[in-house]
């Protein structure tokens, strides 16, 4: 089964910078979708962004992020990132790697469709 490891939250400025990493085990191509969600406390689950690699990589953003957020991957790392700057108090929240084989969408508000799921890293954006 697929794995997937979080890495690089913590608590930044408003305006700064962060930048995620994902890490997936176990067997997995490149024609599984895969995403990065965020929950705040007391708040559903957000998509934020979603990408695959097929014939070329292919990324999704959320209009809340877009513009400022970014994808990116290493394959020989076996390793999404999730680039994040102009970072925003409401940008606070857990944010989780997902994944689901295909069929699957990168559209991030389909978030339901993922059935993979790290354990999360922090993010904390002050002003």
């Known amino acids: 089964q697929v794995q997937l490891v979080e890495s690089g939250g913590g608590s930044v400025q408003a305006g700064g910078s962060l930048r995620l990493s994902c890490t997936a085990s176990?067997?997995?191509?490149?024609?599984?979708?895969m995403g990065w969600v965020r929950q705040a406390p007391g708040k559903e689950r957000e998509g934020v962004a979603g990408?695959?690699?097929?014939?070329?990589?292919?990324?999704s953003l959320s209009d809340s992020v877009k513009g400022r957020f970014t994808i990116a991957r290493d394959n020989a790392k076996n390793t999404l990132y999730l680039q994040m700057s102009s970072l925003k108090p409401e940008d606070t929240a857990m944010y989780y790697c997902?994944?689901?084989?295909?069929?699957?969408?990168?559209?991030?508000?389909?978030?339901?469709?993922?059935?993979?799921w790290g354990q999360g890293t922090q993010v904390t954006v002050s002003l």
């Open positions: 997902a994944a689901k084989a295909p069929p699957c969408t990168i559209v991030p508000r389909y978030i339901y469709d993922y059935e993979y």
């Open positions: 176990g067997y997995i191509a490149d024609s599984y979708c």
């Open positions: 990408a695959f690699s097929g014939v070329e990589f292919k990324t």
